[in-house]
């Protein structure tokens, strides 16, 4: 019976969860300090640090198929041809024309933008700026938004 109590006493203590304070202050050199230990007369302010959170691994696995998947739809949704439209004649013609011109602006988005990596002045710059504000704004009402 001795034994029986004494290995509960025993995987009591080695169960409980152990504390450690984490401790702050500041000492008269203005350094800021950290330690397990408080630092005796000097103010001190005791941390509260809270557990890690954890996800479980299949929630994690489960929300990535999820995001793979509405990715995969978004793909099949911009690569399909005309998006709706029938290829045929003046249509098609429209799409290859349509097809060309975003691909000529995103040419010169690619000019611009590496026209502003390489260093400008300050009327250059904003010239350069405005061009690149005007072009993504022709490229979104005709290509992306179509």
Same mark, same amino acid.
């Given at each position: ?59 994690? /696995? !489960?929300?990535? &198929? +999820? ?9 099949? @949704? %911009? ?48 010239? /350069? !700026?405005?061009? &690149? +504000? ?9 290509? @992306? %938004?179509?």
């Amino acid at each position: 019976m001795p034994w029986i109590l004494a290995i509960f006493v025993v995987i009591g203590c080695f169960s409980s969860p152990l504390y450690a304070g984490v401790y702050t202050w500041i000492d008269p050199n203005g350094v800021a300090h950290f330690s397990d230990y408080p630092p005796g007369k000097l103010p001190h302010q005791e941390l509260v640090i809270s557990p890690p959170l954890t996800v479980p691994m299949s929630e994690n /696995l !489960r929300q990535g &198929r +999820r995001v793979s998947g509405i990715r995969d739809d978004v793909r099949g @949704l %911009l690569s399909t041809p005309g998006r709706g439209v029938r290829e045929g004649g003046a249509k098609e013609k429209a799409l290859v024309q349509r097809k060309k011109a975003c691909d000529t602006y995103r040419k010169k988005l690619d000019r611009i933008q590496s026209k502003l990596r390489a260093g400008y002045g300050n009327d250059k710059g904003n010239t /350069l !700026r405005r061009q &690149r +504000r005007e072009t993504s704004q022709k490229l979104s009402r005709e290509c @992306l %938004l179509q």
